[in-house]
């Protein structure tokens, strides 16, 4: 049996990317999933995974709530969903604020809301969340409101942890790198004009990791799985850096 065999596990934004080599890391776990993202056509060719999927806008509250109670009592919720805005102190508009701040923050205390009462119940429960090391860790460039909503990740991963310590409920977060996904390729287009081409722009990526590489999205799942699993049954509160050696 896997580390995850018996236990009910929910992943938000896992059509691609993290949350999508998370889903199907819990399931080579033996966990059983709900894999959910707002673009339906993203979870295509989960179920033969043996995974369950849904539609679901981590915005609208009342499908959130709606979703985690129809997925049952769940043992693990991991929280991946989250946008990156290049952008500055000075370049911010008001609608990038509300929408990180919405997306990034507040739609992860409406899931862990949800999740709660079901995890009091049956004694225990991990919530993973995602944060980066852009964040309280280390400040990066182009980065303000993106880094400003991961270090609230962090003091809301430390509040629940501190708040249910005492019923079996862990919850911590992942600070990565940079990471190979669908999103990353799109920063690195759209900062293409600016360094002088395609390459030179995943260069300038690449060239932040100490280890000369990005990181794969699998590599964040062995560290979410480690974070779900009974593994880390001693590990609350935590912001666990992941990345290439970016912050050495
Ligand atoms: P991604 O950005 O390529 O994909 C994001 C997924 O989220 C998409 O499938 C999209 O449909 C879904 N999504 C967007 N809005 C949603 C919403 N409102 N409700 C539900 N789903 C929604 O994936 P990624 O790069 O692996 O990023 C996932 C998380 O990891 C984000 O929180 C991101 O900030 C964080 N992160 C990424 C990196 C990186 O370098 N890629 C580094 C550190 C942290």
Same mark, same amino acid.
């Given at each position: 049996?896997?580390?995850?065999?018996?236990?009910?596990?929910? @992943?938000?934004?896992?059509? !691609?990317? *993290?949350?999508?080599?998370?889903?199907?890391?819990? &399931?080579?776990? =033996? $966990? /059983?999933?709900?894999?959910?993202?707002?673009?339906?056509?993203?979870?295509?060719?989960?179920?033969?995974?043996?995974?369950?999927?849904?539609?679901?806008?981590?915005?609208?509250?009342?499908?959130?709530?709606?979703?985690?109670?129809?997925?049952?009592?769940?043992?693990?919720?991991?929280?991946?969903?989250?946008?990156?805005?290049?952008?500055?102190?000075?370049?911010?508009?008001?609608?990038?604020?509300?929408?990180?701040?919405?997306?990034? @923050?507040?739609?992860?205390? !409406?899931? *862990?809301?949800?999740?709660?009462?079901?995890?009091? &119940?049956?004694? =225990? $429960? /991990?919530?993973?969340?995602?944060?980066?090391a852009?964040?309280?860790?280390k400040?990066a460039?182009?980065?303000?409101?993106?880094?400003?909503?991961?270090?609230?990740?962090?003091?809301?991963?430390?509040?629940?942890?501190?708040?249910?310590?005492?019923?079996?409920?862990?919850?911590?977060?992942?600070?990565?790198g940079t990471?190979?996904?669908?999103?990353?390729?799109?920063?690195?287009?759209?900062?293409?004009?600016?360094?002088?081409?395609?390459?030179?722009?995943?260069?300038?990526?690449?060239?932040r990791q100490a280890?000369?590489?990005? &990181?794969?999205?699998?590599?964040?799942?062995?560290?979410?799985?480690?974070?779900?699993?009974?593994?880390?049954?001693?590990?609350?509160?935590?912001?666990?850096v992941?990345d290439g050696g970016w912050t050495l």
């Amino acid at each position: 049996a896997g580390r995850l065999a018996g236990k009910r596990c929910f @992943v938000t934004a896992a059509g !691609q990317g *993290i949350g999508r080599a998370s889903a199907l890391a819990f &399931a080579a776990e =033996g $966990g /059983s999933v709900l894999a959910t993202d707002r673009d339906a056509a993203k979870l295509e060719g989960l179920a033969a995974q043996g995974i369950e999927t849904a539609a679901l806008d981590v915005l609208d509250d009342a499908a959130v709530a709606a979703a985690i109670a129809a997925a049952g009592p769940l043992d693990v919720l991991f929280n991946c969903a989250g946008f990156v805005h290049q952008n500055t102190v000075e370049s911010c508009t008001d609608a990038e604020w509300d929408f990180a701040f919405g997306l990034n @923050v507040r739609s992860m205390w !409406q899931t *862990i809301r949800a999740t709660l009462p079901g995890m009091i &119940a049956r004694g =225990g $429960g /991990s919530i993973v969340n995602m944060s980066s090391a852009c964040s309280s860790v280390k400040g990066a460039p182009n980065r303000f409101l993106y880094g400003t909503t991961k270090a609230a990740v962090i003091g809301m991963t430390k509040s629940v942890a501190t708040e249910y310590v005492t019923r079996g409920i862990r919850c911590n977060c992942l600070c990565p790198g940079t990471v190979d996904t669908p999103s990353l390729e799109e920063r690195i287009a759209a900062n293409a004009a600016a360094a002088g081409g395609l390459d030179q722009a995943r260069a300038a990526f690449v060239a932040r990791q100490a280890m000369g590489r990005l &990181a794969t999205a699998e590599e964040m799942a062995a560290l979410v799985v480690y974070l779900a699993a009974p593994d880390s049954t001693f590990v609350t509160g935590q912001a666990i850096v992941i990345d290439g050696g970016w912050t050495l």
